[in-house]
C-alpha cells in the first residue's frame, strides 16, 4: 500500500509529546540496522495519543511497532494529532477536522485512551467520547474486533476459577456505527405528564447488520468455525430484523456453525462457561458490553486490544481500556493492549502479518520472563512499570527474531 502525501500541517500550537521509555530506548531504536532488512515499504500512520495513560502507553507501542518491522523492510512516518480531552482544551472541539483528515489520509490509525474527569461536566458535544464517536464516524469503520484470550501466564489473574478461565479464546465481532448510540430521534423532552424525559432509539437498517454480519461470519471461518449471534429478539423489534437478517446470511456460510443467544443469558455464559463461545457477533450497545465483560475473564483490561475497520480505508487501533486519570504521568500503566493493538493493526490494517506475529510472541516471551504491571502483578514476578514493560517488550522482540510466518 502506498503512503498517502501528508497534506495537513500541524494545528498552531500542538507539540507531539514526547514520552521516552528510557535512554535505552532511543539507543536500541538508534541501532536496529544491525538486524533491519534496507526498507521497501513506507506506511502513514496516524497517532492520536489522547488523554490520560494514553500518551504513555502509545510511546511504548509506537516504539515495539518500529522496531518489530524494521526486520522486514517496513518503515512509517508517524504523524501525532490532538484528540478528545487534549483537543478540547487545544482548541475547543474533541475531534479538530484537521485532525479527521490525517486519519483519513493514512494507512492507519492507532489510538491511546480518550477521556477524563476534568471534562466530565461537559454538554455532550463538547466531551472527548464524542471525539471518539466521530472519528468511528469518519473513519466508517463500521466493525470492532475485540478479541479476549485468557494467557497461560495470566490465568490466575482472571477473578474465575482456573478451570473455567483457562483456555478461553473467543473473539466479539461489535457492530461500531448504528444502534442506539447514533438512532434518531433522541434528546431530551416533557412527556403528557409534564415529566422530565430523556429518549434514544435502536434502529438498524438491513444493510447495516448484513455487512457486520458478513464480517463475522469470515472471522468465524478463520477461528472455530462458530459463530454465536447476540440478541434480544424476544423483545426489541430492532432485534428481530437482527435475527432474520442474519439468519439468512447464514446460508453463505454453510461451514459456520449459527447460533442465537438473547444478551441477558450471553451475560451469564461468559461467565458461567466461557469456553463454549468463540466468535460472538452483536449489536453496538450489547457488544459494548458483552467485551468489557469478556476482558475481565483475562484478569485485566490492560491486556486486550481491539480493531475497528470498514470497507475501504485506514482502520482505527485501540485498546479497549479507558484514560485510567487515577494514574496517568505515574508510569503504572500496562501498555500491553496498546502493543497489541499495534500487533493488530500490523495484521488487519497493512496485511503485514510477520510482523505482526512478532510482536506478539514478543509480548508472550514478556510474560514468561516473569514482568508484570500492577493490574496483573501476582507473588513470584516482577512488578514493573509501564516505561519498563516496554523495554522488556523491545529486548523480546530482538531476541525473537526472524519471527516464523
Known amino acids: 500500500m ?10 498552531g500550537g500542538f507539540k507531539p509529546q514526547q514520552h521516552h521509555l528510557i535512554s535505552s530506548t532511543t539507543k536500541r531504536l538508534s541501532t536496529i540496522n544491525c538486524s533491519a532488512a534496507t526498507p521497501t515499504k513506507r506506511y502513514s500512520i496516524t497517532l492520536l495519543p489522547g488523554d490520560g495513560i494514553g500518551p504513555e502507553v502509545i510511546s511504548v507501542a509506537k516504539n515495539v511497532l518500529q522496531l518489530a518491522a524494521s526486520f522486514d523492510g517496513i518503515e512509517f512516518g508517524f504523524k501525532e494529532m490532538p484528540v478528545g480531552g487534549a483537543a478540547l482544551d487545544l482548541t475547543g472541539v474533541p475531534l479538530p477536522e484537521e485532525t479527521l483528515s490525517q486519519a483519513r489520509n493514512s494507512d492507519a490509525v492507532l489510538l491511546g485512551a480518550i477521556g477524563g474527569y476534568k471534562w466530565d461536566n461537559n454538554e455532550k458535544h463538547l466531551k472527548p467520547e464524542t471525539g471518539l464517536l466521530q472519528l468511528r464516524e469518519g473513519l466508517k469503520v463500521f466493525a470492532n474486533l475485540r478479541p479476549a484470550s485468557v494467557l497461560p501466564q495470566l490465568v490466575d489473574a482472571s477473578t474465575l476459577k482456573k478451570e473455567v478461565a483457562e483456555g478461553v479464546d473467543l473473539m466479539v465481532v461489535r457492530e461500531l456505527t448504528g444502534g442506539i448510540y447514533f438512532g434518531k430521534p433522541r434528546g431530551f423532552g416533557t412527556n403528557d405528564s409534564g415529566d422530565e424525559i430523556g429518549f434514544n432509539t435502536e434502529v438498524y437498517a438491513a444493510y447495516e447488520i448484513d455487512r457486520i454480519a458478513h464480517i463475522a461470519f469470515q472471522t468465524a471461518r478463520k477461528r472455530s468455525c462458530k459463530l454465536c449471534s447476540v440478541d434480544k429478539a424476544n423483545v426489541l423489534e430492532a432485534s428481530m430484523l437482527w435475527r432474520k437478517r442474519v439468519t439468512a446470511i447464514a446460508s453463505q456460510y454453510p461451514d459456520v456453525e449459527l447460533s442465537h443467544m438473547y444478551v441477558d443469558n450471553a451475560a451469564m455464559q461468559l461467565v458461567r462457561n466461557p469456553k463454549q463461545f468463540d466468535t460472538i457477533v452483536t449489536n453496538n450497545i450489547f457488544g459494548d458490553i458483552l467485551s468489557d465483560e469478556a476482558s475481565m475473564i483475562t484478569g485485566s483490561i490492560g491486556m486486550l486490544p481491539s480493531a475497528s475497520i470498514g470497507d475501504s480505508g485506514p482502520g482505527l ?88 510466518v
Do not use: W
Open 2 to 11: 502506498a503512503v498517502a502525501s501528508l497534506q495537513v500541517n500541524n494545528l
Open 317 to 404: 487501533y485501540e485498546p479497549i481500556h479507558g484514560s485510567a486519570p487515577d494514574i496517568a504521568g505515574m508510569d503504572k500503566a500496562n501498555p500491553l493492549a496498546t502493543v497489541l493493538s499495534a500487533a493488530m493493526l500490523l495484521k488487519y490494517g497493512l496485511g503485514e502479518e510477520k510482523a505482526a506475529q512478532r510482536i506478539e510472541l514478543a509480548v508472550m516471551d514478556t510474560l514468561n520472563r516473569g514482568f508484570r504491571t500492577g493490574d496483573i502483578y501476582s507473588a513470584g514476578n516482577k512488578l514493573v512499570g509501564c516505561k519498563e514493560m516496554g523495554e522488556e517488550v523491545l529486548k523480546s522482540v530482538e531476541s525473537k527474531f526472524p519471527a516464523a
